[in-house]
């Protein structure tokens, strides 16, 4: 079946760093979904990409989908402690069902 | 209220219990799904609703597990004889319609604690 693997699974950086977190999918994507999730919270919808090559700037977040629909990047500019969080990319295929990856958590130190 | 509400939010269940989790999705939602994210982990598909109609539950992992959505808003997701491997938090989500591409609100989800 359908895998998605995000990288890197923990991330520690200072408060004013960048912060990245990839996934990849086995499949090829019909779209991408990103959530992200403050700890003891649920999953909150960030962004979808649909098309190949596709990137969305929301503030300081930059997302990508790659031009082969397989892969897609989640860029943080100068992350602030209320970036805090888990990052999931999730990805569809032709059903409805979203895969999500195992995410990426985000520690930001002040 | 105005997001998906799920209960309870807790639940600690004797091995060989079952239990019943429900789900409120937002009114009008058509679709529903369920989730189970153990801890560390994404959240992984358990079944999918459109209206009142499962469409794929292939997810589900034995047949100790079984959802219903009988009027199209409010679902029950039952585990029976539970486990010690079914501890997680149980996650519910709605979206507007069954098309491609919708975002997913999700609900506080209940943890499920099997002793």
């Known amino acids: 079946g359908q895998q998605v693997m995000q990288i890197p699974q923990y991330q520690h950086v200072q408060e004013g760093e960048d912060f990245t977190t990839y996934c990849n999918s086995s499949t090829t994507l019909s779209n991408i979904q990103w959530y992200k999730q403050r700890p003891g919270g649920h999953p909150v919808f960030l962004i979808q990409?649909?098309?190949?090559?596709e990137v969305k700037k929301q503030k300081r977040l930059t997302f990508q989908f790659g031009e082969a629909k397989k892969n897609s990047s989640l860029h943080i500019t100068a992350t602030q402690t209320t970036d805090v969080g888990t990052y999931f990319c999730a990805g569809r295929n032709a059903g409805n069902m979203l895969t999500f990856g195992g995410g990426t958590r985000l520690m930001v130190k002040p | 209220g105005a997001g998906v509400s799920q209960s309870p939010r807790y639940k600690v269940a004797k091995r060989g219990q079952d239990v019943a989790l429900r789900c409120d999705p937002i009114?009008?939602?058509?679709?529903l799904f369920w989730y189970q994210q153990a801890l560390g982990q994404g959240p992984e598909f358990l079944t999918y609703f459109q209206n009142e109609a499962q469409l794929d539950k292939s997810g589900l992992p034995s047949d100790r597990f079984f959802a219903e959505r009988p009027e199209g808003s409010v679902s029950t997701l039952k585990i029976q004889r539970t486990q010690q491997e079914d501890s997680a938090v149980y996650l519910c989500?709605?979206?507007?319609?069954?098309?491609?591409?919708?975002?997913?609100?999700f609900g506080p989800g209940t943890r499920l604690t099997v002793l």
């Open positions: 990409l649909v098309k190949s090559g």
């Open positions: 009114s009008g939602h058509v679709s």
């Open positions: 989500a709605s979206s507007l319609d069954g098309l491609q591409g919708n975002e997913q609100f």
